[in-house]
């Protein structure tokens, strides 16, 4: 393939030259991706659902929040388990269980928290606690906030 005065040649030389230097702006530039480009019909946003829209948004808002709220208790609970830890005395062994033990529970409900699936598109909302927005179809808690609360 060979570019001849701004277009395409598919005869000939089978080098490839692209004109921007990029393969993805040339296939665009083609309508390579055209059909990729369509959204899903998942992919709508919150302000333009229904009534059972806002219900499946409510109760996705509803389980973030659990999981968000247990993670910080878990994190907030390691103080005070550090104290009874002292104050009790058990001994090295038993203390170093009873760490790890914690140090458990509070991994699983982070795993659980990044498990929160997004309600617009149905898939993991992000692999980290600080994500902000889906990163397969964008949506932000901000907007799933809104939904929940009424606000859309």
Not at 65 to 76: E, I, K, S
């Amino acid at each position: 393939m060979r570019w001849w005065n701004g277009e395409l040649n598919l005869d000939g030389d089978p080098s490839l030259r692209l004109k921007s230097g990029h393969a993805r702006d040339d296939a665009n530039h083609f309508g390579i991706y055209k059909n990729m480009e369509k959204r899903r019909k998942t992919d709508r946003m919150p302000d333009e659902g229904s009534a059972q829209d806002v219900a499946t948004y409510r109760r996705a808002w509803r389980s973030y929040v659990a999981r968000r709220n247990l993670v910080v208790v878990l994190f907030l609970s390691f103080i005070f388990l550090g104290f009874m830890i002292g104050k009790l005395k058990l001994g090295e062994p038993a203390d170093s269980a009873i760490l790890v033990g914690w140090i458990l529970v509070y991994l699983a409900g982070g795993w659980w928290l990044t498990e929160w699936k997004c309600p617009r598109c149905g898939k993991v909302f992000g692999h980290r606690l600080w994500t902000r927005s889906c990163i397969s179809c964008d949506l932000s808690k901000d907007d799933v906030a809104a939904m929940a609360r009424g606000k859309s």
